[in-house]
């Protein structure tokens, strides 16, 4: 079991298992030296996002049967890389968050009250 902590300073919780998300596909935003990506925000994903997260090279909506990725729709949550995440922020596109299944490594990129102003509960 992953010792990892989220941004409230509490056990990381699951992000989604339905679809399978994380680095490690655990379902978890854990993270390891592996994750060059930084895939530690779980986000609840919206039309706006999907759409965005497209144009800049990322199309998160088609299935890749072969890399076991189902494709995301509306409503998803998924374990989305940080950066992406503040870049949606910056454009007014930032998909809700979910402070329980967000990793404490996040807070080296964005603070805890830019997330809560995209919080939703877990």
Do not use: Y
């Amino acid at each position: 079991m992953s010792r990892a902590r989220n941004v409230l300073n509490e056990p990381l919780q699951n992000c989604s298992t339905d679809p399978i998300t994380g680095f490690f596909r655990t379902g978890c935003c854990d993270t390891g030296g592996e994750d060059v990506g930084l895939h530690l925000v779980c986000a609840e994903m919206t039309r706006e996002f999907l759409a965005f997260s497209a144009s800049r090279g990322n199309d998160l909506t088609t299935r890749f049967s072969q890399l076991g990725f189902p494709g995301l729709r509306p409503g998803d949550r998924w374990c989305l890389c940080v950066e992406r995440w503040k870049e949606a922020r910056d454009a007014g596109v930032a998909p809700p968050v979910i402070l329980e299944a967000t990793h404490m490594s996040t807070l080296e990129f964005v603070t805890l009250d830019e997330l809560q102003t995209h919080a939703v509960m877990a």
